[in-house]
């Protein structure tokens, strides 16, 4: 199957400070790349859709201006959390799928464990 | 509105019985997908099955087995002969396009934790 990969997996960052997490797709091209977050023991809630060249579609309730997403190109999405707070720690998944429909696999990446200090 | 419902919250067996975990769904649309995801604590999804709307046969793989009805607007995952291995939490998620950006939306249910025994 296709290979996403997420870096850094793990990082821990204090309070006020930004953080940028990569997302790439390794061995096709990601029309579409989504952002989710899983808060402990609960489930994936998607944040933002982005197409590549494109501004990142985000669902209700998620600050545009606190999450940013730039899909630069077909192979790589990144999330920054601006001025994260401890609260913003949370497991975020990125996906990634070739094309636009729901005929399209996504394909998900390991995740990446953020803890703000 | 698309939603998915997983009303188990934890599942306790002991290894080798074969266990059910229940998913229900709602949609709008007629072509959606079903899918079934399995998080081990290492937190990495991994990918179990994929079934379009309008193929309704039930699957077998392996130990695995799924049983999809549209009449009751279930998808259904049966462990047979349950493993320690299989310990997880195990999310059910539906697909379709969204209203929002014209994109496929995957929506997740609220998963069941699976501790298996020796």
């Known amino acids: 199957g296709a290979v996403v990969s997420q870096h850094p997996s793990r990082v821990i960052c204090k309070s006020g400070t930004s953080v940028k997490i990569e997302c790439r797709s390794l061995d096709f091209q990601a029309t579409t790349m989504f952002w989710y977050r899983q808060f402990p023991k609960q489930s994936l809630m998607l944040m933002a859709t982005s197409n590549e060249g494109s501004k990142a579609t985000y669902e209700q309730g998620v600050e545009k201006d606190k999450f940013l997403i730039n899909h630069a190109s077909l192979t790589l999405s990144t999330l920054t959390v601006t001025s994260a707070h401890p609260e913003d720690s949370s497991f975020y998944i990125c996906?990634?799928?070739?094309?636009?429909?729901?005929?399209?696999?996504?394909?998900f990446g390991p995740g990446t464990r953020l803890t703000v200090t | 509105a698309q939603k998915v419902t997983q009303a188990q919250t934890e599942i306790s067996v002991v290894e080798k019985e074969d266990v059910t975990l229940d998913c229900v769904y709602e949609t709008r649309d007629t072509t959606y997908y079903l899918f079934w995801y399995k998080q081990p604590p290492s937190g990495e999804l991994v990918f179990l099955i994929r079934r379009n709307s309008f193929d309704e046969q039930n699957e077998i793989s392996g130990r695995y087995s799924w049983n999809f009805q549209k009449s009751t607007s279930s998808f259904n995952f049966t462990i047979t002969a349950s493993q320690v291995v299989d310990s997880a939490v195990y999310f059910c998620a539906l697909s379709e396009d969204s209203m929002n950006t014209g994109f496929q939306k995957l929506v997740f249910g609220t998963g069941t934790r699976l501790l298996v025994s020796p």
């Open positions: 996906s990634a799928t070739p094309g636009r429909g729901i005929s399209y696999e996504q394909y």
